[in-house]
T-cell receptor
Framework: GAVVSQHPSWVICKSGTSVKIECRSL??????MFWYRQFPKQSLMLMAT?????????EQGVEKDKFLINHASLTLSTLTVTSAHPEDSSFYIC????????????FGPGTRLTVT | GESVGLHLPTLSVQEGDNSIINCAYS??????FIWYKQESGKGPQFIID?????DKRQGQRVTVLLNKTVKHLSLQIAATQPGDSAVYFC????????????FGAGTRLAVHP
């Protein structure tokens, strides 16, 4: 149980376009989902916390108008990278937290974004 | 031995040896800690966790030690195997406050036959 999926697993887009990444909790309801970004040979950096039905809370330095997060249901959150640039190329990872177990957080497999 | 790479320090061990990976956490108020294993191109995989009211917890082949005085965590892997080669991250959470996982810098474990 407690499986989190991401789609797509990898995507290549042209500079200036937007790309949407989906994060789904497959067998549980997640009131909270998190989005992380990971550059090569670096750690996971939290971008934002997404609560179902409310606006996401962004970490300092993360542009909310560039990284649009929507958490429309208890099993789906989306991250849209708008007007992507090569410096946005990274590994994006989501995680989902069980509603009744705040210390249990499950990670998706990640999405590799390459902006050309 | 240990060496510092571009960003991630690397711990190189022989197969069968015990490995010790260290982590310094940042927030003295953190009350929950987790070790994750990340293989190349994949998401983090849960290994073991520990709450701040404990100083040691054992799992299968792994042990986590917590020293709150110096804000230090360690992960011990017994009889290290080639399949243990990966990057290991510690993460901290303050459930009564910010309630989100903050990741440490990570250590690459390289196991040689």
């Amino acid at each position: 149980g407690a499986v989190v999926s991401q789609h797509p697993s990898w995507v290549i887009c042209k500079s200036g376009t937007s790309v949407k990444i989906e994060c789904r909790s497959l067998d549980f309801q997640a009131t909270t989902m998190f989005w992380y970004r990971q550059f090569p040979k670096q750690s996971l950096m939290l971008m934002a916390t997404s609560n179902e039905g409310s606006k996401a809370t962004y970490e300092q330095g993360v542009e909310k108008d560039k990284f649009l997060i929507n958490h429309a249901s208890l099993t789906l959150s989306t991250l849209t990278v708008t007007s992507a640039h090569p410096e946005d190329s990274s590994f994006y990872i989501c995680s989902a937290r069980l509603a009744k177990k705040p210390n249990e957080q499950y990670f998706g497999p990640g999405t590799r974004l390459t902006v050309t | 031995g240990e060496s510092v790479g571009l960003h991630l320090p690397t711990l190189s061990v022989q197969e069968g040896d015990n490995s010790i990976i260290n982590c310094a956490y940042s927030n003295s108020a953190s009350d929950y800690f987790i070790w994750y294993k990340q293989e190349s191109g994949k998401g983090p995989q849960f290994i073991i966790d520990i709450r701040s009211n404990m100083d040691k917890r054992q799992g299968q082949r792994v042990t986590v030690l917590l020293n709150k005085t110096v804000k230090h965590l360690s992960l011990q892997i017994a009889a290290t195997q080639p399949g243990d080669s990966a990057v290991y991250f510690c993460a901290e959470n303050f459930s009564g406050g910010y309630n989100k996982l903050i990741f440490g810098a990570g250590t690459r474990l390289a196991v040689h036959p």
